[in-house]
């Protein structure tokens, strides 16, 4: 009951939100709503004790989808190109999950990195092909043929919905067996194998769902920044996804959302106040959260509310 409410608070808010901030505050909360969608993803691996240095790979793919549509068709109808960017994303996944399932620690993390790099080298050197340094311009998105600015309220509250249905499909998939099973995957690999099941099937699962995942919000952030480059791909676009994961909690989807809004407006607040150093303030921020308590934002927020719950006379929590 009590996660039922938790919901459908933070659901209001995130409604209401556009409302009442500035006009530009919109487009942060975009961008937050985008990350929060890839980072999904990452959180899911960490549940299952591994980390991805290159789920920027999958990101860059969705983003390029829209960039080669819209560069070869002139198409750019969000409702087509966001379930064609989880597909490329899946399809991705699939390829590359065949070779990663069979990896753990930090063969997993760094292997996966490379596979980024090598389609960030292709992007960038093949000029005629990606448009390479320049990247490609995605313009103005349609939504059922109307054109939608991405920093537009009508395109926030598309990415609202897009968010919800992931975090739905999220939310399915680890109260199914193989999200328990996924859970034992970081503790004892061992013991899922003595259940029947497969520990490489339910990590090439995950792996794939995170990448589809990964697809869908990059066609929402090529259309929100309205450019896609070959950093898209690269290992400091996958070190962002992993940042707000520890930041806001891998051990709840919620945590994953706190974390995108925080980084989004910490990252957008420090680098205007503090353009050249804005890199040592979320490090420190890191590490403060690291060293006062692991389990990130949410786990604060757990706190805070079990400290303010009413105490029984016993000196319990009700």
Known sequence: ????????????????????????????LTKALFMFIAVLGVTMLLRGGQVTFGHALFYATGTYTVGFSVKWFGFREALVLVPVGALTGLIMAALVGLIMAR????????????????????????????????????????????????????????????????????????ASPVGHFLTALGENEIRIE????SARRVLYKTYVLGGGLAGVSGVLA????????????????????????????????????????VFEFIQTYTSKFFPYAWQLVLGGIMLLVILLRPGGLFAIYESIVHWLRPKKEGGGHE
């Open 1 to 28: 009951m009590k996660s039922k409410l938790g919901v459908l608070i933070v659901s209001a808010l995130l409604l209401l939100a556009p409302l009442v901030v500035p006009t530009w505050t919109v487009f942060i």
């Open 222 to 261: 090529a259309f929100t920044v309205g450019h896609v480059v070959p950093e898209d791909a690269f290992w400091l676009q996958s070190g962002e996804f992993v940042f707000v994961a520890l930041l806001g909690g891998f051990e709840s989807v919620a945590g994953a959302l706190m974390g995108a809004v």
């Open 103 to 174: 990896y753990r620690g930090v063969f997993f993390a760094m292997l996966n990195l490379a596979f980024s790099m090598i389609l960030y080298a292709v992007l960038l050197k093949f000029y005629r092909f990606s448009g390479g340094t320049d990247g490609l311009a995605t313009g103005v998105a349609t939504l059922a043929g109307i054109p939608i600015r991405g920093s537009s309220f009508t395109f926030y509250y598309f990415s609202l919905v897009i968010a919800g249905l992931a975090t739905f499909v999220v939310s399915r998939f680890l």
């Open 194 to 197: 003595y259940t029947g099941e």
